[in-house]
């Protein structure tokens, strides 16, 4: 059975950081490319960022990118978003998900398994 378990959400003000975890069980993890998504109030689920299996690719959308890191530890089955400089407009439910592939993709659809979501609260 595949678990993707988030962790690190929480209440923080507008500048601050907080990086979130994924732990992932039942899978091979090195297999999968890995990615994060949010998914605020009344409004469809975004793409942040992926990584590919191996870590040597990353991919960020464009509202994230130069604020927000992925990475991941093989050896721990762990995938983490480090966020920065985190605004208002960043609160949100964020979502691990795993794809059996070695390639990532940004499509909500590209994605076989899905964390049950971190609460992520900016206030200004």
């Known amino acids: 059975q595949v678990q993707l378990v988030e962790s690190g959400g929480g209440l923080v003000q507008a500048g601050a950081s907080l990086r979130l975890s994924c732990a992932a069980s039942g899978l091979t993890f090195s297999s999968y490319s890995m990615g994060w998504f949010r998914q605020a109030p009344g409004k469809e689920r975004e793409f942040l960022a992926a990584?590919?299996?191996?870590?040597?690719?990353?991919y960020y959308a464009d509202s994230v990118k130069g604020r927000f890191t992925i990475s991941r530890d093989n050896a721990k089955n762990t995938v983490y978003l480090q966020m920065n400089s985190l605004k208002p407009e960043d609160t949100a439910v964020y979502y691990c998900?795993?794809?059996?592939?070695?390639?990532?993709?940004?499509?909500?659809?590209?994605?076989?398994?899905w964390g049950q979501g971190t609460q992520v609260t900016v206030s200004a």
């Open positions: 990584i590919s299996w191996s870590g040597s690719s990353r």
């Open positions: 998900a795993a794809r059996r592939s070695a390639y990532y993709s940004t499509d909500v659809s590209g994605y076989d398994y």
